[in-house]
């Protein structure tokens, strides 16, 4: 039976952990996530193993990513399963402050975002998420001091915001995205995905089919427009609410008038039902 990873909950018994960890010179490779842990979460484990000698990750529903209307009561939280997939991955240290130790009662501090975070995509629709996600991995790479941390490219416009973040504030890390993984339908794995009923997740890779045809179309010579409102018809027809489909220069998100200014990137935002999809492509 693979060995439970340790765990600490408090900041002494964090430090304790790392410097253990950091005893023979081991570098630290960093997973931070929200738990309800899927594949894709044990893809970016796997890599983080391949990189350096030792893996955290941290569980931390994050309160101040959600807007007051959004999922943070009903966020799936799986830490039985997640801690058996932990072991099964080998992990070396589950990094799992609750949210009292992560904001004490006093907290009046939170990182600023700008460039890659007000690109007019995901901050459009959650104003309130990138301020969030910039603090919450700001202390956690404070907190770890990892040379190395690991993000899913699902959450692209978050790998750019956090990619920024690391560099303005010199915290010395790198940091590395891990292409999607994905159904064999096509579907993002992502740990909202159990929110689906049957008949949505049946719709559900719907956004995926769309990019993929438009990638197609548009490596064929296709014009931009006229393939992004193709695209628009069909994710609505498909009973989806769209809140964007965009083509993005692939490092600045940038707005692109044709894919001759690449890198480019397609990104997506819908709700189905009350769920809420993003997905994305490289051209
Ligand atoms: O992508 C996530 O799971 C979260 O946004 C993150 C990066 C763990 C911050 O809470």
């Given at each position: ?159 750019k915001v956090v ?84 083509a993005r220069h ?34």
């Amino acid at each position: 039976m693979p060995r439970a990873p340790a765990i600490a909950r408090t900041l002494p018994s964090l430090r304790r952990a790392l410097e253990g960890l950091r005893a023979r010179r081991a570098t630290i490779a960093l997973v931070p996530t929200m738990g309800a842990l899927h594949d894709g979460h044990l893809a970016l484990m796997r890599q983080a193993k391949r990189r350096a000698s030792k893996v955290v990750v941290s569980i931390f529903v994050n309160p101040t990513q959600f807007a007051p209307h959004e999922d943070f009561g009903s966020y799936p939280r799986t830490w039985k399963a997640d801690m058996a997939k932990l072991a099964e991955a080998r992990v070396d240290l589950v990094w799992n402050p609750d949210v009292g130790t992560m904001y004490p009662p006093d907290f009046a501090t939170r990182i600023l975002t700008e460039g890659p975070a007000t690109a007019g995509l995901e901050d459009r629709f959650r104003p309130h998420f990138f301020g969030g996600v910039a603090t919450v991995v700001g202390k956690l790479f404070a907190q770890c001091r990892p040379d190395v941390a690991l993000f899913g490219q699902k959450d692209y416009q978050q790998l750019k915001v956090v990619t920024r973040m690391a560099a303005d504030l010199d915290l010395g890390v790198k940091v590395i995205g891990i292409p999607i993984v994905r159904e064999r339908d096509g579907l993002a794995m992502s740990s909202r995905n159990v929110y689906l009923s049957a008949e949505q997740r049946a719709v559900a890779p719907t956004l995926h089919r769309v990019m993929k045809d438009a990638v197609k179309r548009l490596r064929n010579g296709s014009d931009l427009e006229a393939v992004m409102a193709d695209g628009t018809r069909t994710i609505g027809n498909a009973g989806f609410t769209l809140d964007y489909f965009e083509a993005r220069h692939a490092e600045t998100l940038a707005p692109v008038r044709s894919i001759k200014d690449e890198p480019v990137r397609l990104l997506v935002a819908a709700k189905i039902g009350t769920t809420r999809l993003i997905d994305n492509i490289g051209v």
